[in-house]
Every structure is written in C-alpha cells, then in structure tokens.
C-alpha cells in the first residue's frame, strides 16, 4: 500500500510505527472491496491476527450467520498504523488485534464507537476497555519457552529481566517487531518506569539475542535447539506440537511462567473494537458476539491453544489456569502508548 504521511499520523510515522515494513499491507483479496452499507450481509474486518490462525473461525462466522467477512491482514501494528492514517475514510467495520495496547491506541484517537453494555458485561473488567470500546476475545500469556535438554528447571530465570545477565548471552530469542513483545515492553514502561525499559533493552540488545521474525519460529528454534531459550506467547507451544503430529509433551520445548507476579508474566488480550462508521450495523454487532459466543471461545482453546475469556469454556490442558496465574499488576487499559514504544525498541538497535 501508499503510505502518504497527513498530519492525523504524523506522530506515528514519527516514532517509527510505519516504518515497521509496511508494505503491501493486507492479503490482496480486499483492495478493491466495496465499503458496503450497514446491513448487507458484508462487513470489512482488519485483522492483526495471523490468517491461518483465524480464517477457519471466519468461516464459520459466515456459515453461521450468512454475513461475509472481506479481511484485510497484516500485523496489529501495521493496521493500527493504517487505521489512523486512513481515519474517516477507512473501510473498516472492525479491528481484531493481537493485543489490548494496539486497540487502546486506535481508541485513543476516537476512532471506535462504545459497544453495547450488554456486550462489553460479557466479558471480565480485566480483559476489557474502561470506555467500553474493545473487548478481549481471548487472553495469551507471556512466558519462557526452554529447551528442556539445554536448560535445566533450577537455571531459569525467576524475572525477565534476569535474561541481560551475561550468562544468557546469545541464548535468548525474541521477536521485537512483534505486537505482543512491543506490548509487554510497554508493560514495563508502565509497571517500572521508562528508564527500566530503556535500561533491559539495552541490556537484552548488548546480551547478543537471537533475532526471530516471530514467536513461531522462536518455538521451532527452541524445540529445535538453535535457541536455549524465548520470549513468546503460551499458545505458541500448542502450534508447534500440532504441526509436529504430538501434543506438547511431546516437544523438546517446555514453558516458564514467571513467577510472583513478575513483568514477564504479562497476560494480554486479542481483542476487537467496531469502527464509528459501523457504529449502527447489526452485521457487525453479530460479528463482535459471535466472537464472545461458546463456539467462537472453543474454537481459541482448542484450535489456537489460547486462553477463553468467556466463564465455563475450558482452557487447553497443558497451561495451568487462567486465575492461577502470577499475572503482573497492570491494567490492560494503560497499554495504549503503542507508538512510543515501537520507537523505544528501534532506537535500542534491537530493529533496524
């Protein structure tokens, strides 16, 4: 796509946001679709989830509801990027994002219309927008993922910020241009202050880390043993083992949850936000349910291997509990501030 800078993405196109390779924003599918109006039976989603991972719930949506989903894809970043650049003219009904601080930035810029209450009760205060314009649809934890043969459990580490510690140097893979990585760095923004940030940073980028484009590949090097250790999402593990034909015992990769409340504990929400233009478009409103619907909430336990947000749906059974977890005291809500940490991470020489 054409990236003309206008003064609504001036800020963003500043902190290096855009600069994250975007280009040829989307699958190609949707460039010429028709905006549509509200009702058709047709709604325009940008989606910052991976399509593999959520092109098989699409169509179900629309074997369910006869409503046709146009998707555009591409990372989180690079359409929330789009999304404000674009601002009125957008074609978007809905934004699914890998992550609250992507929504919490597109909601900052008014873009998002207040979902119904009835909506935004469903879903649990923690795993949702104080103003009622994003929910969750499914959490993921940030964890460790080790190689079990290279790794012993007494040698991992009970912080994250343990991993600048020259003895992880060249070891540790992460995937810096990746929306749940840039959220967690913001957790530590939040959470520890900007020096604390500025401070791992530098301190991961000196420990000579082990670049990946992301958290898939991460697992596969993990398992693999090009790499001892890395920073990704839980649900990473459940794919890999899937694409191997086994189930996650099976792989030489195991999961650290960090303890005690620790920063890189951070559990973050994909969610979805409808667009002012949609505001009134029952189309969409069935869309934004459906994802809180029981077969929507399975379908990200059982075939993603996330976390449902919705009571009495089951979690995958190789992660301990949602509620058992020793998650970080952070809002969700204070994870808004996507631009500047996309530029805190390029200037710590961790990206180009």
């Not at 940008?46 to 719930?57: A, C, D, H, M």
């Not at 012993?152 to 910020?161: E, G, I, K, W």
């Not at 840039?182 to 791992?200: L, M, N, P, S, Y």
């Amino acid at each position: 796509m054409s990236v003309s800078v206008r003064r609504s993405t001036a800020a963003l196109v500043a902190t290096g946001l855009l600069a994250f390779s975007l280009v040829a924003c989307g699958s190609g599918e949707d460039d010429a679709a028709d905006p549509g109006k509200p009702n058709d039976k047709k709604i325009t989603v940008y989606s910052g989830r991976n399509e593999q991972l959520v092109k098989p719930l699409l169509e179900k949506f629309t074997q369910q509801t006869g409503i046709t989903v146009q998707t555009r894809y591409a990372t989180t970043a690079q359409l929330a990027a789009q999304l404000v650049e674009e601002g009125d003219r957008s074609r978007a009904d809905a934004f699914l994002a890998q992550d609250a601080g992507a929504l919490g930035t597109v909601a900052k810029r008014g873009m998002f219309t207040t979902l119904p209450e009835a909506t935004s009760a469903k879903v649990p205060e923690a795993y949702r927008a104080r103003n009622g314009q994003w929910v969750g649809v499914s959490a993921r934890a940030r964890v460790l993922a080790y190689n079990v043969d290279q790794v012993t459990a007494d040698q991992l580490p009970a912080s994250v910020f343990e991993l600048t510690d020259p003895k992880w140097r060249g070891k540790v893979g992460v995937a810096p241009t990746n929306a749940s990585f840039q959220a967690f760095v913001t957790a530590i923004r939040v959470q520890h202050g900007e020096q604390k940030a500025k401070d791992f940073l530098a301190g991961l980028r000196a420990n000579e880390p082990q670049i990946r484009d992301n958290n898939i590949k991460i697992v596969e090097d993990v398992h693999g043993g090009a790499i001892q250790v890395g920073l990704v999402n839980h649900y990473y593990l459940g794919e890999i083992a899937k694409e191997h034909g086994t189930t996650p015992d099976g792989l030489k990769a195991k999961l650290h949850f960090f303890p005690d409340g620790d920063t890189g504990a951070l559990v973050n929400v994909a969610g979805v936000g409808v667009l002012k233009r949609s505001a009134q478009d029952a189309d969409t409103q069935t869309f934004v349910d459906y994802l809180l619907g029981a077969e929507a909430q399975a379908y990200f336990a059982e075939q993603t291997f996330e976390y449902p947000v919705m009571p009495g749906v089951a979690a995958p059974a190789y992660v301990p509990p949602l509620a058992e977890l020793k998650v970080p005291t952070i809002d969700l809500n204070d994870l808004d501030t996507l631009d500047a940490t996309v530029a805190l991470i390029k200037d710590s020489g961790l990206v180009p």
